[in-house]
């Protein structure tokens, strides 16, 4: 008889068919992983083309993981949350890693690739390869724009196709609809990382906000950085700071590099992503 019943209530769970509901960290990046303002600017005049300098771009990546990432602009504790989640989705216990930031991965010169470049760093950085399952960005989301500036971050997005995403931002039809449910229902189990977490749409899952962190280091570091780069300095040197005509952009960052460490200094040693940390293990272990 225990048995009939057993086999009984195996029947129905398969005719209920109840999803498996995924488990994911979804992350945020300037002013939560890091502080990437002047990191992008390298990345951006290293892809101009107006100029007879030519960069390697994984020259320039490996530079910026050995003198910025260590010393300032990637917050504290980013290895130890990314070593935390890496074990995680080896142990079974988290199905997914995404990025999701408000950056356009589009230039201005309408080359792309700029979102994609800082993964491959914060990767490399954390020891993690292709430990991102999911990277969302300005540019493969339609959203709408927040009073900041930043966009909507809608947590539907995160198990929605290029495709599907695009439905969700039109009008109202029967499929927005069932688009809709399942992702009021999917999204039980994922949480975000975000230092604006009122921009975030969190359906059924959880927003956790941090503090902006600012911090990026040093003029000294940028030098190293710089110099250790092939062609870099004289590209930079190259072209002229947009905000200051009579420098260089290279004497520009040099100079903002120092302003800014003068100013955010006392974020040297922020530690919210202890507190990240802490919620991620008591959530999926």
Same mark, same amino acid.
């Given at each position: 008889?225990?048995? /009939? %019943?057993?086999? %009984? ?9 109840i999803?498996t +509901? ?9 002013e939560?992983?890091? %502080? &990437? ?12 083309? !107006?100029d ?13 993981? #050995?003198? =910025? ?12 949350? &990314?070593? =935390?989640? @890496? ?19 589009n ?9 994609? &470049? ?5 990767? +490399? ?21 927040? #009073?900041?500036?930043?966009?909507? /971050?809608?947590?539907?997005?995160? =198990? +929605?196709?290029?495709?599907? !995403?695009?439905?969700?931002a ?17 999204t ?9 977490? @009122?921009?975030?749409?969190? !359906? ?6 941090i ?7 040093n003029?000294?570091?940028?030098? @190293?950085?710089?110099n ?11 072209? !002229?700071d947009?905000?200051?005509n ?16 003068? #100013?955010?200094?006392?974020? #040297?040693?922020?530690?919210? +992503?202890?507190?990240?940390? @802490? ?7």
């Open positions: 008889k225990i048995q /009939k %019943q057993k086999i %009984q209530k195996q029947k129905m769970t398969k005719s209920i068919n999803p +509901l995924p488990k994911i960290v979804v992350l945020d990046n300037d939560c992983l890091g %502080q &990437f303002g002047l990191f992008s600017c390298l990345y951006v005049y290293s892809r101009m083309t !107006r007879p300098y030519k960069v390697d771009l994984t020259e320039l990546k490996n530079s910026c993981v #050995k003198y =910025l990432f260590p010393n300032g602009i990637a917050r504290p504790y980013l290895k130890e949350l &990314f070593i =935390l989640l @890496k074990n995680l989705k080896n142990q079974g216990k988290l199905n997914a890693i995404v990025m999701y930031t408000s950056a356009p991965n230039l201005s010169d309408g080359k792309s690739g700029y979102v994609y &470049f800082l993964k491959d760093c914060i990767e +490399l950085y954390c020891n993690c390869p292709h430990i991102y399952d999911k990277v969302l960005h300005r540019n493969n989301v339609v959203a709408k724009i927040s #009073k900041c500036g930043a966009t909507i /971050k809608d947590l539907g997005n995160v =198990l +929605l196709t290029n495709q599907q !995403r695009k439905v969700l039109e009008k109202d039809t029967i499929y927005k609809r069932k688009l809709n449910h399942k992702v009021n229902t999917m039980h189990n994922i949480i975000m990382v975000d230092d604006k977490p @009122k921009n975030i749409r969190v !359906r059924s899952g959880r927003a956790i906000g503090y902006p962190y600012e911090y990026e280091g003029s000294i570091l940028f030098k @190293k950085c710089i250790s780069v092939p062609n870099l300095r004289k590209k930079l040197e190259y072209y !002229r947009p905000e200051n009579k420098l260089s952009v290279y004497q520009g960052i040099l100079r903002e590099a120092d302003v800014n460490y003068k #100013k955010y200094y006392g974020q #040297k040693n922020i530690n919210d +992503l202890i507190k990240i940390i @802490k919620i991620i293990k008591r959530k999926f272990i």
